[in-house]
Nanobody, 122 residues
Framework: QVQLAEAGGGLVQAGGSLRLSCAAS????????MGWFRQAPGKEREFVAYIGSGGDSLYTDSVKGRFTISRDNTKNTVYLQMNSLKPEDTAVYYC????????????????WGQGTQVTVSS
């Protein structure tokens, strides 16, 4: 079993930055692919970024060049550095681990954190 705990959300002005972290416990996640999703009010949970066990990464088009996903397996932690934030980035951000199948689908991921709120003001 794996437990995931996100931190680092908050309120920031447009153009600002935040760094989210996702700490894993219960079992090493160094062998798992990890991901970030987000969900805005009234919308479905959407894929944001992915990082494989070897460090390969993928991003949704709307965050490319602004967000960076990274991992520190010695700390069992995954990060999401978010720069040049926009109001449309406002959402609850979720960390996920161990996908099966389409990594861009929330249904493919086995473990989830509780989420952290990110609010970007204009």
């Amino acid at each position: 079993q794996v437990q995931l705990a996100e931190a680092g959300g908050g309120l920031v002005q447009a153009g600002g930055s935040l760094r989210l972290s996702c700490a894993a416990s219960g079992r090493t996640v160094g062998i798992y692919a990890m991901g970030w999703f987000r969900q805005a009010p009234g919308k479905e949970r959407e894929f944001v970024a992915y990082i494989g066990s070897g460090g390969d990464s993928l991003y949704t088009d709307s965050v490319k060049g602004r967000f960076t996903i990274s991992r520190d397996n010695t700390k069992n932690t995954v990060y999401l550095q978010m720069n040049s934030l926009k109001p449309e980035d406002t959402a609850v951000y979720y960390c996920a681990a161990r996908p099966y199948g389409n990594i861009r689908s929330a249904a493919a991921w086995h473990y989830w954190g509780q989420g952290t709120q990110v609010t970007v003001s204009s």
